[in-house]
């Protein structure tokens, strides 16, 4: 008899679940899931500044690593790195976490992380200044990293005795200030190194809709109504501008906007004299675009 599995997704955010009943559950995708003690939490996948700084977390680690060998066994983040214990019906998923060598298993048998790190975002506040600093300690952690991009700042906290004694030391460095870690001796780094600097945060710009200037209204609707693989003749005039992860398009030439573009050059390759291709940068349009019908852009 096939094994029903319950499905959670952003609805059943608040939601009252076991450790045993997390494991088993399907998760709607697009969401990042943890369990709070007992309280289901659905967080929004994190944008593109917050990505940025992991990004530099995970590059001063392996800059470490590489350095210096036989002191750390892997790096990690999301469900790479996992906060698990079963007493407490906790199951936490840290954004960047480092396991080091010869490091004891943990009660449901994963190597435990002695390192692990928060970003800071504005919805996550709460959560990782005062719920995860709790759940960190209780679960073992060694070292935790908040790192607030909001403040320009990391909070360093570091396990002081051990079992039901232990507290945080806790140490704030800003901007400038140099990175010390008693697990990473001799770490070379600065706050601003983690990523916090002004252009790393920055949002990325939302490309404009070019002001309709070659076609009618009518003109416009019509092709609108266009089937897919159509294939229309643009003025050699107009150029294209891809940019961004993944690629946005903007033209200056008008063209529905609710249809995924592929040009094609009208000589079948590029200025490489290669196969013609989508890629950075900027290039006189092509005499020919198909209209796949597959991306709002």
Same mark, same amino acid.
């Given at each position: 008899? !096939?094994?029903?599995?319950?499905?959670? $997704?952003?609805?059943?955010?608040? &939601?009252?679940?076991s450790l045993d009943e997390f494991r088993e559950a399907?998760?709607?995708? $697009?969401? &990042?899931?943890?369990? !709070?003690r007992g309280v289901l939490v659905v967080i929004d996948i994190p944008k593109t500044p917050h990505r940025r700084v992991v990004s530099h977390l995970f590059s001063l680690a392996a800059n470490y690593k590489r350095t210096n060998p036989g002191v750390i066994d892997y790096l990690g983040g $999301?469900?790479?790195?996992?906060?698990?214990?079963p007493g407490m019906d906790m199951a936490r998923h840290p954004d960047f976490g480092i396991v080091f060598l010869n490091a004891p298993l943990d009660e449901v048998g994963d190597i435990q992380p002695y390192l692990v790190a928060e970003v +800071?975002?504005?919805?996550?506040?709460t959560r990782d200044y005062q719920e995860k600093r709790q759940d960190y300690?209780?679960? $073992?952690?060694?070292?935790?990293?908040?790192?607030?991009?909001?403040?320009?700042? +990391?909070?360093?906290l570091t396990r002081r005795e051990a079992g039901t004694d232990a507290t945080w030391a806790e140490c704030v460095a800003h901007d400038g200030d140099r990175l010390e870690s008693p697990l990473l001796p001799g770490l070379a780094s600065t706050v601003r190194t983690c990523g916090l600097a002004c252009d790393v945060m920055r949002q990325p710009e939302k490309p404009s809709r070019p002001h309709p200037s070659r076609f009618e209204r009518v003109e416009r609707e019509r092709w609108h109504r266009l089937p897919e693989d159509l294939c229309v003749r643009f003025p050699t005039s107009s150029w294209i501008t891809w940019a961004g992860s993944p690629e946005i398009l903007r033209c200056q030439a008008e063209f529905p906007w609710n249809h995924r573009l592929v040009f094609v050059s009208s000589t079948g390759s590029d200025s490489d004299g290669g196969p013609s291709r989508s890629g950075s940068g900027c290039a006189s349009a092509p005499d020919y675009c198909s209209l796949g019908g597959t991306w709002t852009v």
């Open positions: 008899m !096939a094994t029903l599995h319950t499905r959670i $997704g952003p609805a059943d955010h608040g &939601r009252r679940m399907e998760e709607e995708p $697009g969401y &990042r899931y943890e369990l !709070a $999301g469900t790479e790195v996992r906060i698990w214990k +800071v975002s504005p919805s996550s506040k300690l209780d679960y $073992g952690v060694q070292e935790y990293w908040i790192v607030d991009p909001l403040q320009r700042q +990391v909070t360093s």
